[in-house]
């Protein structure tokens, strides 16, 4: 069974920055795409950033530049390296994977930019 354990969020003021964490388990090939989304309150969730196992890389308008994402095939985990955070950043932040047809979901992190 797939589970992926998100890990990394917390408090952090505006400029700041901060490094997420998904790691996978359960997947039996590298063949996926991984990505994170975000759901602030209020508000749908909407995609952050993704990056496939061939290195295919999307990134939302809102964080390019700030953010960068990345993946360790062999340790079946995938980063989110944000900085310049903006108040307007802070959201749950959740682990997503596409395998096969599937899509799985962590259970979330939360990040807040706050002064």
């Known amino acids: 069974q797939v589970q992926l354990v998100e890990s990394g969020g917390g408090l952090v003021q505006p400029g700041g920055s901060l490094r997420l964490s998904c790691a996978a388990s359960?997947?039996?090939?590298?063949?996926?795409?991984m990505g994170w989304y975000r759901q602030a309150p209020g508000k749908e969730r909407e995609l952050v950033a993704y990056i496939s196992s061939v290195g295919n890389i999307k990134y939302a308008d809102s964080v390019k530049g700030r953010f960068t994402i990345s993946g360790d095939n062999a340790k079946k985990t995938v980063y989110l390296q944000m900085n310049i955070l903006k108040p307007e950043d802070t959201a749950v932040y959740y682990c997503?994977?596409?395998?096969?047809?599937?899509?799985?979901w962590g259970k979330g992190t939360l990040v807040t930019v706050s002064s």
């Open positions: 997503n994977l596409k395998q096969f047809g599937l899509e799985y």
């Open positions: 359960g997947i039996l090939f590298n063949l996926n795409v």
